[in-house]
T-cell receptor, first 112, second 112 residues
Framework: EAQVTQNPRYLITVTGKKLTVTCSQNMNHEYMSWYRQDPGLGLRQIYY???????DKGDVPEGYKVSRKEKRNFPLILESPSPNQTSLYFC???????????FGPGTRLTVT | KQEVTQIPAALSVPEGENLVLNCSFT??????LQWFRQDPGKGLTSLLLIQSSQREQTSGRLNASLDKSSGRSTLYIAASQPGDSATYLCAVKGDSNYQLIWGAGTKLIIKP
């Protein structure tokens, strides 16, 4: 089944404790991206990647890192999480920049 | 800077009615427009993708139209059912940076 998977689905952590949210897709998509969704603000793009070893900042990259060492994986790294990073995070992938985007199930992160 | 607006923010209608959800955008230089559905606690499901050169797309009871020059798209849902209850989001992809800009969504409730 074609899908985008994210892990974990739910995470509660404390300020400053490094964490990684994994994202994997099995559709051989070149383009992958991360979004966060906050009430009243909608979805905002954090980072995106057009291919292996090619990443770029979205609208709200501060406090986040990404890497794209393999085509199928695009982990999101929070080196020192803060409470303002409490949010619902989505990973997405598509065939190139113009393709239809497919989303993962979301990761609900709470930073206390 | 592209802005996407969805009106109304919430809508409640009886089962069986036909309804229209609206999406407007400020910059007509778009690559495509995509409609999504989001169920509580779940991810985003792509419903319809309209390329900038297209006027409409149909899938089952759903029909999405695009008027690029006026900066508007509508999602028409025929013969609504309680299972259609969800939040509907539209997202516009720019034709220069290919970034997805999101509306805040319309929360739809279909009453049995």
């Amino acid at each position: 089944e074609a899908q985008v998977t994210q892990n974990p689905r739910y995470l509660i952590t404390v300020t400053g404790k490094k964490l990684t949210v994994t994202c994997s897709q099995n559709m051989n998509h070149e383009y992958m991206s991360w979004y966060r969704q906050d009430p009243g603000l909608g979805l905002r793009q954090i980072y995106y990647s057009m291919n292996v070893e090619v990443t770029d900042k979205g609208d709200v990259p501060e406090g986040y890192k990404v890497s794209r060492k393999e085509k199928r994986n695009f982990p999101l790294i929070l080196e020192s999480p803060s409470p303002n990073q409490t949010s619902l995070y989505f990973c997405a992938s598509s065939w190139g920049l113009a393709g239809e985007q497919y989303f993962g199930p979301g990761t609900r992160l709470t930073v206390t | 800077k592209q802005e996407v607006t969805q009106i109304p923010a919430a809508l409640s209608v009886p089962e069986g009615e036909n309804l229209v959800l609206n999406c407007s955008f400020t910059d007509s230089a778009i690559y495509n427009l995509q409609w999504f559905r989001q169920d509580p606690g779940k991810g985003l499901t792509s419903l319809l993708l309209i390329q900038s050169s297209q006027r409409e797309q149909t899938s089952g009871r759903l029909n999405a139209s695009l008027d690029k020059s006026s900066g508007r798209s509508t999602l028409y849902i025929a013969a609504s059912q309680p299972g259609d209850s969800a939040t509907y989001l539209c997202a516009v992809k720019g034709d220069s940076n290919y970034q997805l800009i999101w509306g805040a969504g319309t929360k739809l409730i279909i009453k049995p």
